[in-house]
């Protein structure tokens, strides 16, 4: 016998455990913070040290986070922070770089092209098209 919608439903709140979500948003607001101090050390940095206009630091310190994700992605590291930290890495651009190179390390099974490949492309893709979307918004 099938359950109805709401029995189906009082099945699946009884077996998911609550969400602690004043820790949850904590976490998030630290790890999120330091993300964004880092950047903002790099920015110094990249500045004080490398000689580069605000500009040119800020683009910098985006290319650095984003290989400082996927780097932390390859290795299996990003994942075990994320488990922690939560939304506070999933929304500076490192979030971006993993939700690129995690797809890519799950289908390395299915070969350099379709797998690898394919799989980089179609996220390189989708963030193109969400900028242009967000380009054409500004415009308005």
């Known amino acids: ?19 602690p979500m004043i820790k949850n948003i904590f976490w998030a607001f630290i790890s999120g913070g330091i993300i964004c101090t880092i950047g903002q050390f790099l920015i110094s940095f990249y500045q004080n040290y490398c000689g ?24 299996r ?15 500076p651009i490192t979030g971006f770089a993993n939700s690129i190179v995690a797809p890519a390390i799950e289908f390395k099974s299915e070969g350099q092209i379709m797998g690898i490949g394919a799989k980089m492309f179609i996220g390189v893709t989708a963030s193109t098209i969400y900028g242009l979307i967000l380009w054409i918004f500004k415009l308005f």
């Open 1 to 19: 016998m099938k359950p109805t919608e709401n029995e189906y439903s009082k099945m699946s709140d009884d077996a998911s455990p609550a969400s």
């Open 52 to 75: 580069l206009n605000l500009k040119d630091s800020r683009a910098a310190v985006s290319v650095t986070l984003v290989g400082a994700g996927a780097l932390l992605t390859a290795l």
């Open 77 to 91: 590291v990003y994942d075990n922070i994320a488990k922690h930290a939560g939304a506070g890495t999933l929304v």
